[in-house]
């Protein structure tokens, strides 16, 4: 089935540093992904939907300066989370719908949790 | 405004048990549905359904779909240990937009 693959698993940053995470479709092209986030105990929250070769589409209240979103291939996404602070602390996770679109389900990496100190 | 209601939030049951999930969704251009299984990491896919009243079966998982009430239940049969998770219901729209989750019901099976 279809393989979504997110690196890195875990980060711990400094606060005012920025941290990269990367989606990758490993057996699909997904001209889609999303970004999710999610607190302790709390169900996703939908951040950005990443186009390939287009610009994001950000989330009310999501600042898309804060939260860089390249989506430079078809089977690749990145999150940038630039001069993090300690609120930034979550559980990040990417989706990719396979090639049939809404007919196909979403599937996920396996999360990135980000600590800022 | 999309959403998606789960009930309960939290469930304890014995092993062996039986356990319905609820999930209740009002959406614009409905889709799909989707029941996902999330552990420690990132959500499992379990069921799509796109058509009411057709079953989906998996081992001792069920799910059905009623797109007149706008509900899905999500059955689990003979619950084990390795059941407990927290299960979330996804409702997607048309075209390629994202889906729009529920709070997710938290069970727990004890032995």
């Known amino acids: 089935g279809a393989v979504v693959s997110q690196h890195p698993s875990w980060v711990i940053c400094k606060s005012g540093t920025s941290v990269k995470i990367e989606c990758r479709s490993l057996d699909f092209q997904a001209t889609t992904m999303f970004w999710y986030r999610q607190f302790p105990k709390q169900s996703l929250m939908l951040m950005a939907t990443s186009n390939e070769g287009s610009k994001a589409t950000y989330e009310q209240g999501v600042e898309k300066d804060k939260f860089l979103i390249n989506h430079a291939s078809l089977t690749l996404s990145t999150l940038t989370v630039t001069s993090a602070h300690p609120e930034d602390s979550s559980f990040y996770i990417c989706s990719a719908r396979g090639v049939a679109g809404t007919y196909s389900p979403l599937h996920f990496g396996n999360g990135t949790r980000l600590t800022v100190t | 405004e999309d959403k998606v209601v789960q009930s309960p939030l939290s469930l304890v049951v014995h092993e062996g048990d039986t356990v319905t999930l609820n999930c209740s969704y009002e959406?614009?251009?409905?889709?799909?549905l989707l029941w996902y299984k999330q552990e420690k990491k990132a959500p499992t896919f379990l069921f799509m359904l796109?058509?009411?009243?057709i079953e989906k079966k998996s081992g001792r998982l069920s799910s059905i779909l009623d797109k007149k009430e706008l509900f899905s239940i999500l059955n689990i049969t003979a619950t084990q240990t390795g059941d407990s998770a927290v299960y979330l219901c996804a409702v997607g729209g048309s075209g390629n937009t994202p889906l729009v989750f529920g709070k997710g019901t938290r069970l727990s099976v004890i032995a």
């Open positions: 959406v614009t251009n409905f889709r799909s």
């Open positions: 796109t058509s009411s009243g």
